[in-house]
């Protein structure tokens, strides 16, 4: 089955740029989603199909995918950007078909 | 304004059975694929189940196949998760959202949950 990594913890500075990646085979032929979930909340939609940006969602927020790793930049990152984030894609490649998510990334903002 | 609430959580024994809801408004729901994600304390975001606007595609982890049964009626604009054979493996907040993309896709909005604890 289809695995997604992704690293436990990333921690920036406020104002600096945070990066988290996802790595996947050939993850830059899917679409890559990413979700920010803060502690007792829903998870919330923040890019999907590789780049996108939902209505409401900062442009700070960014995304890319190539090759074998996709990456969620945060710029200018804020205190309130603290939060765990994860990947998700559709996996239809094997004989039968799953939604697969990354195993999450814990956001520290120092 | 889209919301999607989620209801039927509870405790459960081992070997048991539990039926989730999830209540959808402010959307044409018959017009979206419908999606289950749980979440075990202190862990990832896991996948449960989709199913299409009109129920003809359905797919399932291979962690619940042949116990759970994802089903929605249109008509109320509801989506259900039908749990049977319940393990303890399976204590979760179970959360339901909406796939806009036109499959299973992305997820947004998500509801706020519901909690299933399996536990003699």
């Known amino acids: ?110 | 304004e889209v919301q999607l609430v989620e209801s039927g959580g509870g405790l459960v024994k081992p070997g048991g059975s539990l039926r989730l809801s999830c209540a959808a408004s402010g959307f044409t729901f018959s017009s979206y694929s419908m999606n289950w994600v749980r979440q075990a304390p202190g862990k990832g975001l896991e996948w449960v189940s989709s199913i299409s606007s009109s129920s003809s595609y359905i797919y399932y982890a291979d962690s619940v196949k042949g116990r759970f049964t994802i089903s929605r009626d249109n008509a109320k604009n509801s989506l259900y998760l039908q749990m049977n054979s319940l393990r303890a493996e399976d204590t979760a907040v179970y959360y339901c959202a909406r796939a806009p993309g036109g499959g299973p896709g992305w997820f947004d909005p998500w509801g706020q949950g519901t909690l299933v604890t399996v536990s003699s």
């Open chain 1, 1 to 110: 089955s289809y695995v997604l990594t992704q690293p436990p913890s990333v921690s920036v500075a406020p104002g600096q740029t945070a990066r988290i990646t996802c790595g996947g085979n050939n993850i830059g032929s899917k679409s890559v989603h990413w979700y920010q979930q803060k502690p007792g909340q829903a998870p919330v939609l923040v890019v999907y199909d590789d780049s996108d940006r939902p209505s409401g969602i900062p442009e700070r927020f960014s995304g890319s995918n190539s090759g074998n790793t996709a990456t969620l930049t945060i710029s200018r990152v804020e205190a309130g950007d603290e939060a765990d984030y994860y990947c998700q894609v559709w996996d239809s490649s094997s004989d039968h078909s799953h939604v697969v998510f990354g195993g999450g990334t814990k956001l520290t903002v120092l």
